[in-house]
């Protein structure tokens, strides 16, 4: 008799192996576990690119299992992981196994060869020696490889990633230590002073040494159309294209490699719980700046120097850096901004902030943003703000019009033809679909030539891409695929009841809790654009619903 099982597989991102392989090998460990058992493995979940120091519930893979053993329906009752040390790290087994056991899923693990007694004190130590181990490896990786770079660093060499403002990376002509990317023709690399934007380095230190603040350097850059770090290179952020702001002329004026010597360790990752609440959460790692006495300087210059030794410390010694709390100042509180996410302003498209004043609630624009916005919108007001006493009295009386009897037809109609457009693929669905044959194609093309004789170190990285886009691919279609599972026309009767209730709340609002009424907005999809003219100070605020189901906006 055939047994069903389910796999749960988890590909690192600290191996340099392809998630294709890694599935292969770790099914491989599974069926060889239940094959004597004539098992079959009927449903695959596989975590890629995902630490496993993250708990199961914030895993995308691991979490969607754990909401299918909830549906007897899901066709297995066994769930069989090939190798347990990248699947549970730390007490994550003795949170997950639990569950398993009470809706009746047997766990398989090669190393009691079998299922996993919860019964037996000797398997739950078992796991729980494996699950330390997990944990230990991992502080092993860590630890290992900021050693290296900190060795790395004081021997000069370049550690990798994109070049600093003001440089360009060329090769030394020596090879890579590396055999491997030696044999595939890798070269040693170094940094050399771009002649376009090495300038501009220079002029920043100097501009700074003359008073000139952060945001000014940043201005004037910007309307001298010099390009910025964002277009200079790869982008890491399309917001940062474009686009000169103060924490970028900030970053330049405190980086010592402008001083012609490699320096490594000036920040440091800390793991920090996301919940001191909730440990079982899991932890999120966060970047901590280290004090310049824990540094690693290059014994050597390493690339030519930008910045002269004592303009250097002139400038930062200008510059104040103010050590945060390690603990982050809590959000406001529920209901403090009723509409705080749900307004944007009109002439630039960004969302305003919320600001109290007086003890009364204020929603913000300003013009000139320091981070990405574009520093100059044709008639926007340097800064502005609006009361939301004065928006949510105009939100009110729109939602009446929308239920009273002269619009009530008119508002369920758009609503049925807005929900039946739904059923149909969008735009990026077809996309995915048209994306994942191609690229699937084109891995089938790379796969042939390393069969023919290409060499596997330089097919292996395009190849761990082009997985990659299939899988993020493949999410959207699945995405979208399980929001349309159960989803159910609208009917008429269900709408008009639904404006109907809508419309008897309003007159209620006033009178209700600001919580209470930040929920109902949400839940009704309140979306407003206000605007202010300027030099008339005519206001308008544009609104609409959003009513969400099933993963779609109606």
């Known amino acids: 008799m055939t047994v069903e099982f389910a796999a749960y597989l988890r590909t690192s991102t600290e191996e340099n192996q392809s ?18 058992q004539e098992g079959r493995i009927v449903a695959v979940y596989h975590d890629i690119d995902v630490s496993r120091s993250l708990p ?17 329906g899901c066709g297995w009752t066994n769930l069989v992981i090939g190798e347990p040390q990248r699947a549970f790290s730390g007490a994550q087994f003795q949170l997950v196994f639990p569950v398993l056991c009470h809706y009746g899923v047997q766990l398989w693990v090669p190393e009691v060869g079998g299922p996993v007694d919860p019964d037996s004190e000797a398997h739950d130590l078992v796991m729980s020696l ?36 003001g440089y360009r990376l060329v090769d030394t002509g ?34 700074y040494d003359e008073g000139v603040g952060f945001r000014s350097i940043a201005q ?40 012609g010597r490699q320096v490594a360790g000036r920040q440091r990752r800390h793991d920090e719980l996301l919940s001191a609440r909730d440990p079982a959460l899991g ?39 103010t050590v945060g709390t390690r603990t982050r100042r809590p959000r406001s509180r529920p209901g403090q901004y009723v509409l705080a996410g749900a307004i944007r302003c009109g002439h630039c498209g960004k969302a305003m902030s919320g600001n109290t004043a007086k003890n009364k609630a204020y929603y913000r624009c300003v013009a000139t943003r320091s981070d990405y916005a574009v520093p100059s919108v044709p008639g926007h007001p340097p800064t502005y703000m609006v009361r939301e006493e004065r928006i949510l009295a105009a939100v009110d009386a729109w939602l009446d019009t929308l239920t009273d009897h002269d619009h009530i037809d008119a508002t369920v109609a758009a609503i049925l033809a807005a929900d039946r457009s739904l059923q149909t693929e969008p735009a990026e669905v077809v996309g995915s679909r048209r994306s994942r044959e191609r690229l699937e194609v084109e891995l089938d093309r790379m796969l042939a030539a390393v069969r023919a004789g290409m060499d596997p170190v330089l097919a292996a990285g395009q190849t761990r891409k082009i997985q990659s886009d299939i899988a993020a691919a493949q999410s959207v279609i699945e995405q979208w ?59 308008r605020v544009h609104a609409r619903l959003e009513l969400c189901r099933g993963g779609g906006r109606i």
């Open 19 to 36: 998630p294709e392989d890694s599935r292969r090998w770790q099914l491989s460990l599974a069926q060889q576990l239940i094959g004597p």
């Open 56 to 72: 199961w519930s914030r895993r995308p893979e691991a979490s969607r299992l754990l909401a299918d053993i909830t549906d007897p």
């Open 130 to 165: 494996f699950g330390g181990l997990s944990k230990a490896e991992r502080r092993r990786v860590q630890h290992r490889t900021r050693a290296s770079i900190l060795a790395l660093a004081t021997a000069g060499r370049w550690l990798g990633g994109r070049p600093n403002y």
């Open 174 to 207: 020596l090879p890579h230590p590396n055999r491997s990317k030696a044999s595939a023709g890798a070269q040693l690399r170094t940094l050399k002073p771009d002649p376009d934007t090495a300038p501009v380095v220079r002029r920043i230190f100097e501009l």
């Open 220 to 259: 004037r850059l910007e309307a001298e159309g010099i390009p910025s770090p964002g277009e200079i290179g790869p982008v890491r952020h399309p917001r940062s294209a474009g686009v000169w702001g103060g924490s970028a002329v900030r970053a330049i004026l405190t980086n010592p490699r402008y001083l």
């Open 283 to 321: 932890t999120i790692s966060r970047q901590r700046r280290q004090s310049p006495d824990s540094w690693a300087w290059s014994e050597q210059p390493s690339w030519p120097a930008l910045i002269p030794a004592d303009l250097f410390e002139r400038v930062n010694k200008r510059i104040t850096t």
């Open 481 to 539: 695929e399980r929001s349309q599972t159960n989803a159910v026309p609208l009917k008429e009767w269900e709408v008009r009841d639904t404006l109907t209730q809508a419309g008897g709340l309003v007159l209620m609002l006033a009178r209700s809790d600001r919580a209470e009424r930040a929920e109902l907005y949400r839940a009704l999809g309140v979306r407003l654009r206000y605007e202010k003219q300027a030099p008339t100070g005519q206001e």
